[in-house]
């Protein structure tokens, strides 16, 4: 079954720093596009940072600068290294994975998230 997996939340100040990853299993990882959503409480879920499978990356303006999203193929993980953070950036953190297959229906997988609390 497929599965993915965060880790690396947790409670930091403003101006701090906290790394992400995402492990997943299930999946052929080198074919999926992959991306970090956020998702803060009363609020839809927005996409973060993505990364396909040419290791092109795109961020969302609110994070440009702050945040990196990289890939390792080997390790079937995906990382989210955010600096800088803002209380704004408070939210819970989702892996999620995406490609077209060759029907070109669209296979999306998600995690169970991660909470980040950027809280002085």
């Known amino acids: 079954q497929v599965q993915l997996v965060e880790s690396g939340g947790g409670l930091v100040q403003p101006g701090g720093s906290l790394r992400l990853s995402c492990v997943a299993s299930g999946i052929i990882f080198d074919s999926y596009a992959m991306a970090w959503y956020r998702q803060a409480p009363g609020k839809q879920r927005e996409l973060v940072a993505t990364?396909?499978?040419?290791?092109?990356?795109t961020y969302a303006d609110s994070v440009k600068g702050r945040f990196s999203i990289s890939r390792e193929n080997a390790k079937n993980a995906v990382n989210l290294q955010m600096n800088s953070l803002k209380p704004e950036d408070t939210a819970v953190y989702y892996c999620?994975?995406?490609?077209?297959?060759?029907?070109?229906?669209?296979?999306?997988?998600w995690g169970q998230g991660t909470q980040v609390t950027v809280s002085s």
């Open positions: 999620n994975a995406d490609r077209r297959n060759i029907y070109y229906v669209r296979q999306l997988y």
């Open positions: 990364i396909n499978t040419g290791g092109t990356t």
